[in-house]
């Protein structure tokens, strides 16, 4: 207090009045594109972090990362290896488990060069179209994320025209040009199968999240960047017809403090061949392994 | 930004084939540039809006159809989830719930949709929002037909 003279504060009071004024427009001038472009400047920021798809590591990368954790996921992890060789990781932006089996499933068709793979599944992909149509899609609206996929199929099989490399599939998964188009690609396919067996979805997801299945893959499976549950994965598998493999790396430990680590197999119906003895089913081998940690998902390689 | 240039122009054709379809909205894109649009839209009847034309400003992205398009009220509106000044729209399909299989004549149909379903609990227009959450219908739907009259209506000779 300077001004002891019986004078009026005025630098004071005009700081009092202009602050709380300036303030009140600053917010009434933050506008929502602000927040979203703040909102992509995070995102590119963890973008360099790690890639969309990132390089093969040795499983104990894994160990390393938790060196110092919860002693059940490192034994887990000690389990997992006897099994697992190699882990690629996924960005965590959302997209982690379809980013995963796209990769996933791409590689093991360059590598297997399975021509008949690539026949069955594009039946599949056609029969996915209809349904999207007959659902009410406009096609224009998800033809490009088709045929960038089935162009994405093509390319990793050799004999047509130039087949490519391994170190040009990751690159390709890395663009997001392309990456993302085949994401959004699974996002249709995974709510026209939703929506087309709506009966056979509806407890699940009044389970997970009490809306509609209508409301629900028009806000937590079509959007970019909604998180996959088992709701994602089994229509994902059963209107593909690929079988999936998850990892279960978590916490849970039986009473007896033992350790095992769980997986599940999504077995698409239609996968499912009659075996000539006994008449059952059999499921066959998924070759597509997932690593599950809460929240996210990663590529495992068997041994 | 071709694959978002060749989307546009998908749109583009389509817009022109179903502009009959319909009669509540008018979707023009710039003579000169894919990636600017703008649109009339007819307020909903049995609305505070009825009988008023509002003109909206898209504004398309290079990653299009991934990302949504901005869009807002050029015309001024009272509504509670339209910015006053700016005319900025909140909705959840132009944010967080965008996906590709949204276009840009169906979010001027969600946009009407969102006229006659206010959803006062996230307003961007307090004075609005709070009518309505006061329980004010008739106080909310005065100010709103007034705006209508004064900015959506053709002036009276």
């Known amino acids: 207090?300077?001004?002891?003279?019986?004078?009026?504060?005025?630098?004071?009071?005009?700081?009092?009045?202009?602050?709380?004024?300036?303030?009140?427009n600053d917010w009434a001038n933050y506008r929502d594109d602000e927040v979203m472009q703040q909102h992509s400047a995070i995102q590119a920021e963890e973008a360099g972090k790690i890639p969309f798809v990132g390089d093969k590591?040795?499983?104990?990368?894994?160990?390393?990362?938790?060196?110092?954790?919860?002693?059940?996921?490192?034994?887990?992890?000690?389990?997992?290896?006897?099994?697992?060789?190699?882990?690629r990781r996924t960005r965590g932006d959302g997209n982690c488990f379809f980013r995963s089996f796209m990769f996933a499933y791409l590689e093991h068709i360059l590598e297997s060069q399975d021509r008949a793979e690539i026949d069955r599944i594009t039946v599949n992909v056609e029969q996915c179209r209809k349904t999207l149509l007959s659902l009410g899609y406009a096609e224009f609206t998800f033809e490009d994320?088709?045929?960038?996929?089935?162009?994405q199929l093509e390319?990793?099989?050799?004999?047509?025209?130039?087949?490519?490399?391994?170190?040009?599939?990751?690159?390709?998964?890395?663009?997001?040009?392309?990456?993302?188009?085949?994401?959004m690609f699974f996002r249709f396919i995974t709510s026209g199968e939703i929506r087309?067996?709506?009966?056979?979805?509806?407890?699940?997801?009044?389970?997970?999240?009490?809306?509609?299945?209508?409301?629900?893959?028009k806000s937590s499976v079509e959007p970019m960047g909604e998180e996959s549950d088992h709701v994602h994965i089994t229509a994902l598998s059963d209107a593909l017809g690929v079988p999936i493999r998850i990892v279960y790396l978590d916490r849970s430990h039986d009473d007896k403090g033992s350790v095992s680590v769980n997986h599940h197999d999504f077995t698409?119906?239609?996968?499912?061949?009659?075996?000539?003895?006994?008449?059952?089913?059999?499921?066959?081998?998924?070759?597509?392994?997932?690593?599950?940690?809460?929240?996210?998902?990663?590529?495992?390689?068997p041994k | 930004m071709q694959a978002s240039r060749a989307r546009l122009f998908k749109e583009y054709k389509e817009v022109q084939r179903e502009k009959a379809a319909d009669p509540d909205i008018q979707l023009v894109c710039d003579d000169s540039n894919i990636f600017k649009w703008t649109a009339l839209v007819k307020g909903p009847s049995e609305t505070p809006y009825e009988g008023g034309v509002f003109q909206l400003a898209f504004t398309v992205?290079?990653?299009?159809?991934?990302?949504?398009?901005?869009?807002?009220?050029?015309?001024?509106?009272?509504?509670?989830?339209?910015?006053?000044?700016?005319?900025?729209?909140?909705?959840?399909?132009l944010k967080?719930?965008?996906?590709?299989?949204?276009?840009?004549?169906?979010?001027?149909?969600?946009?009407?949709?969102?006229?006659?379903?206010?959803?006062?609990?996230?307003?961007?227009?307090?004075?609005?929002?709070?009518l309505l959450r006061s329980g004010d219908i008739r106080g909310y739907q005065s100010m709103a037909r007034m705006y209508t009259r004064l900015a959506a209506m053709p002036k009276k000779q």
Request: proline share 8%; net charge negative.
């Open chain 2, 96 to 130: 967080n719930a965008w996906s590709p299989a949204w276009t840009l004549q169906s979010v001027c149909r969600a946009i009407i949709a969102l006229m006659g379903h206010p959803e006062p609990d996230s307003p961007l227009n307090c004075d609005s929002g709070n």
């Open chain 1, 145 to 151: 994320f088709f045929s960038l996929f089935l162009e």
């Open chain 2, 61 to 93: 992205p290079e990653h299009y159809p991934l990302q949504p398009p901005q869009v807002r009220f050029l015309t001024k509106i009272f509504h509670p989830n339209v910015h006053f000044k700016t005319g900025e729209i909140c909705l959840d399909i």
């Open chain 1, 196 to 217: 087309k067996r709506l009966e056979f979805y509806e407890p699940f997801i009044q389970g997970l999240s009490n809306t509609s299945v209508e409301q629900f893959c």
């Open chain 1, 57 to 87: 590591e040795p499983l104990s990368s894994l160990a390393e990362e938790y060196k110092s954790g919860n002693p059940i996921l490192l034994e887990k992890i000690k389990v997992l290896t006897e099994q697992y060789a190699a882990i």
């Open chain 1, 268 to 301: 698409p119906a239609a996968h499912e061949v009659t075996d000539a003895n006994t008449g059952g089913a059999v499921a066959l081998e998924p070759f597509i392994t997932l690593l599950y940690r809460p929240g996210h998902y990663d590529i495992l390689y």
């Open chain 1, 1 to 24: 207090m300077q001004n002891q003279d019986g004078q009026p504060a005025e630098p004071e009071t005009e700081t009092i009045s202009s602050l709380p004024t300036s303030e009140v």
């Open chain 1, 155 to 183: 390319s990793v099989l050799s004999g047509k025209e130039a087949c490519i490399s391994h170190e040009e599939l990751v690159q390709r998964s890395r663009d997001q040009s392309v990456s993302d188009y085949v994401v």
